[in-house]
Nanobody, 118 residues
Framework: QVQLVESGGGLVQPGGSLRLSCAASGRDFSIYAMGWYRQAPGKERELVATVTSSGSTNYADSVKGRFTISRDNVKVYLQMNSLKPEDTAVYYC??????????????WGQGTPVTVSS
């Protein structure tokens, strides 16, 4: 089974920065896309940013110009700058890939909370 583990969340003041990290582990797999999603209390989970194996990136309109996603093989990072209170949410790492004897898969991390408050 492929597993994802996130880290880097915490409490930060408005205008501050955080860097989230996510690492995949397992056997006989390769990943072709990774991304970050977030879910605020009482709201639906939403896409934040994704990056493919070709390097293509996609960002939610609400984070463009403030967040940057990057990938290093089975690791993905989210640099968050100029944070706003509305960025407060649990952030989840996501990966899509293929695994031997199984085929395509999609896996989620456990989530890391981010709180932006004075």
């Amino acid at each position: 089974q492929v597993q994802l583990v996130e880290s880097g969340g915490g409490l930060v003041q408005p205008g501050g920065s955080l860097r989230l990290s996510c690492a995949a582990s397992g056997r006989d797999f390769s990943i072709y896309a990774m991304g970050w999603y977030r879910q605020a209390p009482g709201k639906e989970r939403e896409l934040v940013a994704t990056v493919t194996s070709s390097g293509s990136t996609n960002y939610a309109d609400s984070v463009k110009g403030r967040f940057t996603i990057s990938r290093d093989n089975v690791k993905v990072y989210l640099q968050m700058n100029s944070l706003k209170p509305e960025d407060t949410a649990v952030y989840y790492c996501n990966a899509k890939g293929v695994k031997r004897y199984y085929g395509y898969f999609e896996v989620w991390g456990q989530g890391t909370p981010v709180t932006v408050s004075s």
